[in-house]
C-alpha cells in the first residue's frame, strides 16, 4: 500500500486544526482560511488520519482534532522545536529502517548539510558500539543527526561525550530519573541501560568531514518487551517510572540540549563539557576492568582528561589513559 505523504498543504491544515485547540471546525470555514476546495479539506484530512491522527468529522460541525500521534514525524518534531540550526533541515522519517546511522552516513557522504536528522520508529538492524547490534523496536527513540563540526578525527570521541551530556541533562529533566553516564557513553539508570550513542566519522585528509551521532534511547519498553539475555542489562524510562512518555518532547529536549552543548563546545572547547560530563559520572572511584585493545586491564575508574580520555588507577601498570574501550564493574 502506498504510504500518504502528507506535504506543505496538508501540514498547513494541520496547523489549522491545531489552532482550534479541538473545537469543531466548518469544512467551510477551513476551506476559506485554506483556499482550497472543501473535498480538497476532505482529503488533507485523510492524509493526516492515516499517519495516525484522530480527527472527528460531521457533516454538521466539521472536523475537529482529537489526537496526535506519538510518532516523530518531521512536522512535529519541529513544531515547537527551540533551537537554531539542529533539526530545522531535513528530517527523514522511517517507519521501519535497517539503521538510522546507515543511512545518514550515505546522506552525509552525498553532501547532506549539518542538521540533517535520520528518525526510525524502528530499526531492523540497529547498530551498536563494538560491532554489536542495538535492539530497535516501537517505543524507542532512534536518531541519526549529521553534524558537520570543524575538528580533527581526534577529537571526535569528545563529541560522543557532549552527546551523552547532552542527552542525560534531556532526559533528567524531563523524566526526573536519575540518569547517569558510563564511560564513554552509555546512559544509565539504577546501573541498566537506558540508552546508547554510536559516532561514526568521514574524514578528509586530517579534518572530520561528517560525524553521524546515532542514538537509541528506551522509552516506552517495557521489561518484558527485551530479549531474556538482555533483560538483566537494560531498562527504559517505562520500566522505571511506570509511565508512557510522549516521545516528541523528549527528543526535542535532547535536540535542544545538543545545540547548546555544541554551540558551547564551539565557543569554550571541551572544559565545560568535561565538567558537566563528571557530574554525571556513574563510575568515578569504583573498580573496573576496561578492555581496549584486545587487552583487559583492572583497576579504580579516576576521571576522564582533558582530552575525554578515560584515566585509570591499574592494579600492576599505575595510571593509565584510554582513547577507547569497554567498561564493566569488578
Ligand atoms: C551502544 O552500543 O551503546 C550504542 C547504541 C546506538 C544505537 C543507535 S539507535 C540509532 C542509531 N542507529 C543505529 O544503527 N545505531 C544508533
Given at each position: 500500500m502506498k504510504r500518504p505523504v502528507a506535504g506543505n498543504r496538508t501540514e498547513q491544515l494541520l496547523g489549522c486544526l491545531k489552532r482550534g485547540q479541538g473545537r469543531w471546525l466548518s469544512g467551510e470555514s477551513l476551506s476559506r482560511e485554506m483556499q482550497m476546495s472543501r473535498t480538497a479539506v476532505w482529503k488533507h484530512v485523510g492524509a493526516l488520519k492515516s499517519e495516525g491522527y484522530l480527527i472527528a468529522s460531521s457533516p454538521r460541525k466539521g472536523y475537529r482534532l482529537q489526537e496526535i500521534p506519538d510518532r516523530l514525524l518531521p512536522w512535529e518534531v519541529r513544531d515547537g522545536l527551540q533551537t537554531g540550526r539542529i533539526g530545522r533541515g531535513e528530517i527523514r522519517h522511517f517507519p521501519r529502517l535497517a539503521s538510522t546511522n546507515l543511512e545518514a552516513k550515505a546522506l552525509a557522504a552525498a553532501g547532506a548539510p549539518e542538521g540533517t536528522l535520520v528518525i526510525a520508529e524502528e530499526q531492523t538492524a540497529g547498530r551498536g558500539r563494538r560491532g554489536r547490534s542495538w535492539f530497535s523496536p516501537p517505543g524507542g527513540i532512534y536518531l541519526s543527526l549529521i553534524v558537520r563540526p570543524?575538528?580533527?578525527?581526534?577529537?571526535?570521541p569528545r563529541f560522543a561525550l557532549l552527546t551523552a551530556t547532552a542527552v542525560a541533562a534531556a532526559l533528567r529533566e524531563a523524566t526526573l530519573l536519575e540518569v547517569r553516564i558510563k564511560w564513554p557513553n552509555d546512559l544509565l539508570v539504577q546501573g541498566g541501560k537506558l540508552g546508547g550513542i554510536l559516532t561514526e566519522i568521514g574524514m578528509e585528509m586530517d579534518r572530520v568531514e561528517y560525524m553521524v551521532v546515532g542514538l537509541g534511547v528506551n522509552v516506552?519498553?517495557?521489561?518484558?518487551?527485551?530479549p531474556p539475555d538482555l533483560r538483566p542489562l537494560a531498562t527504559s524510562i517505562r520500566a522505571e517510572t511506570g509511565r508512557i512518555f510522549s516521545r516528541l518532547p523528549l527528543l526535542r529536549g535532547i535536540l535542544e540540549e545538543f545545540e547548546g552543548a555544541y554551540d558551547e563546545y564551539r565557543r569554550e572547547g571541551f572544559a565545560p563539557v568535561r565538567r558537566r560530563w563528571q557530574n554525571f559520572a556513574e563510575m568515578t572511584g569504583r573498580r573496573v576492568t576496561v578492555r581496549s585493545l584486545g587487552e583487559t586491564f583492572t583497576g579504580e575508574a579516576l576521571d576522564i582528561d582533558a582530552d575525554g580520555f578515560l584515566v585509570l588507577r591499574e592494579e600492576h601498570r599505575g595510571t593509565m589513559r584510554f582513547f577507547s574501550g569497554d567498561v564493566s564493574y569488578v
Amino acid at each position: 500500500m502506498k504510504r500518504p505523504v502528507a506535504g506543505n498543504r496538508t501540514e498547513q491544515l494541520l496547523g489549522c486544526l491545531k489552532r482550534g485547540q479541538g473545537r469543531w471546525l466548518s469544512g467551510e470555514s477551513l476551506s476559506r482560511e485554506m483556499q482550497m476546495s472543501r473535498t480538497a479539506v476532505w482529503k488533507h484530512v485523510g492524509a493526516l488520519k492515516s499517519e495516525g491522527y484522530l480527527i472527528a468529522s460531521s457533516p454538521r460541525k466539521g472536523y475537529r482534532l482529537q489526537e496526535i500521534p506519538d510518532r516523530l514525524l518531521p512536522w512535529e518534531v519541529r513544531d515547537g522545536l527551540q533551537t537554531g540550526r539542529i533539526g530545522r533541515g531535513e528530517i527523514r522519517h522511517f517507519p521501519r529502517l535497517a539503521s538510522t546511522n546507515l543511512e545518514a552516513k550515505a546522506l552525509a557522504a552525498a553532501g547532506a548539510p549539518e542538521g540533517t536528522l535520520v528518525i526510525a520508529e524502528e530499526q531492523t538492524a540497529g547498530r551498536g558500539r563494538r560491532g554489536r547490534s542495538w535492539f530497535s523496536p516501537p517505543g524507542g527513540i532512534y536518531l541519526s543527526l549529521i553534524v558537520r563540526p570543524d575538528i580533527r578525527p581526534e577529537e571526535a570521541p569528545r563529541f560522543a561525550l557532549l552527546t551523552a551530556t547532552a542527552v542525560a541533562a534531556a532526559l533528567r529533566e524531563a523524566t526526573l530519573l536519575e540518569v547517569r553516564i558510563k564511560w564513554p557513553n552509555d546512559l544509565l539508570v539504577q546501573g541498566g541501560k537506558l540508552g546508547g550513542i554510536l559516532t561514526e566519522i568521514g574524514m578528509e585528509m586530517d579534518r572530520v568531514e561528517y560525524m553521524v551521532v546515532g542514538l537509541g534511547v528506551n522509552v516506552n519498553l517495557e521489561r518484558k518487551d527485551f530479549p531474556p539475555d538482555l533483560r538483566p542489562l537494560a531498562t527504559s524510562i517505562r520500566a522505571e517510572t511506570g509511565r508512557i512518555f510522549s516521545r516528541l518532547p523528549l527528543l526535542r529536549g535532547i535536540l535542544e540540549e545538543f545545540e547548546g552543548a555544541y554551540d558551547e563546545y564551539r565557543r569554550e572547547g571541551f572544559a565545560p563539557v568535561r565538567r558537566r560530563w563528571q557530574n554525571f559520572a556513574e563510575m568515578t572511584g569504583r573498580r573496573v576492568t576496561v578492555r581496549s585493545l584486545g587487552e583487559t586491564f583492572t583497576g579504580e575508574a579516576l576521571d576522564i582528561d582533558a582530552d575525554g580520555f578515560l584515566v585509570l588507577r591499574e592494579e600492576h601498570r599505575g595510571t593509565m589513559r584510554f582513547f577507547s574501550g569497554d567498561v564493566s564493574y569488578v
